[in-house]
Structure formats: C-alpha cells, structure tokens
C-alpha cells in the first residue's frame, strides 16, 4: 500500500521538474520615417521672445509654450543647410526628498520664479502629506512617487509642510525659496 501511493507522488514530482518548451523571439524591425521639409511658404515667422505660443496637434491636443530666448545666438549655416534653433519652456529642476516622522529632506529648495520643479520621494516613513498654500498644492506621499508643479511667480519664500496631524508642529516643514 505504502508503494502504491508512494509511486502517483513521484510521478508528480517528476512532472514538476520538467523543462520549460523554449521560446525564440525576433527583435522587432526598426521601424524609420521620413518627414519632409516644409516649404518657405509653410513655415510662420517665429514669435517674440516672451509670448505665449498654442500649437494644436492632428490628434486635436493643444500644447501652450512660452518662447524664450537662445542661449546661443550666434549660429553658423555650413553648406546652405538651414537651422532652427526652437527652445521650448526652461527646464525641470528636478531633486529627491525623503519624508521621514517629523522631517523633510532637503528642508530648503531652491527655484526660479515660474520654474518647473519634479520631486521624486524616495523615501516615505509613516503617511504625510506635501503642501503649499499659496499655490493651493497638497500631495499625499508614497514612496516612489514624484510630484510636478510650477514654482509660484512671485519672488519670496514658501513655507511646505505635511498637514497630518501634529506634524508641522513638531517640525515637519521647510521652505521653498522663489528667486
């Protein structure tokens, strides 16, 4: 009897430890594309350093940039090819903080008025929350998350903090410095 129901286990563990069928895949093929050159006629003349530009995508998408001026404004044309020099928005200051029990880190940031700013919390102890009123930002927390929002446009200082609790009280707070 022993045997008998010794031998169905075996037969099951041995099924366990078979190999896996191999699978081949191919890459994918590159995939390329050719766009064009637009005609002179096609092209608008570019806006004003400081103005507001909407572009509406074929999807229907509007996208809002403001034109700023080029770092380089020397630019040399080699060989008759044109070159356009087209700078979308600033860029991203972009930083990790960790939340702790009472505690922000970094406790200062530092921006330029109207600057883009993305932080990615790293680390989360407890449950918190990231606020400024003056901009009416409040952000849960979660490790692994990031938070994007625009620097006020105002000069000065801002004070965020994590509203659960008694936790601005016992220090959880810091300030964000707008230049």
């Not at 490790?143 to 446009?153: C, D, I, N, R, V």
């Amino acid at each position: 009897m022993k045997y008998f129901l010794l031998l169905p286990a075996l037969a099951l563990l041995g099924a366990g430890c078979a190999a896996a069928p191999s699978v081949k895949t191919e890459p994918p093929a590159p995939v390329s594309a050719e766009y064009p050159a637009p005609d002179a006629d096609d092209v608008e003349e570019m806006p004003a350093s400081g103005t507001e530009t909407t572009v509406t995508v074929d999807d229907g998408t509007e996208i809002t940039f403001e034109t700023k001026p080029a770092e380089d404004e020397d630019v040399e044309i080699d060989d008759g090819v044109p070159v356009t020099n087209i700078v979308l928005g600033g860029a991203t200051l972009k930083l990790d903080m960790v939340s702790e029990n009472f505690s922000f880190a970094p406790k200062v940031i530092e921006a330029k008025a109207g600057e883009n700013i993305r932080i990615m919390f790293t680390k989360n102890t407890g449950f918190h929350t990231f606020v400024i009123d003056e901009i009416n930002l409040k952000f849960p927390i979660k490790a692994g998350e990031a938070l994007e929002f625009k620097a006020p446009t105002t000069p000065g200082e801002y004070t965020f903090y994590c509203d659960i609790g008694s936790h601005r009280a016992f220090g959880m707070q810091g300030k964000l410095i707008v230049k």
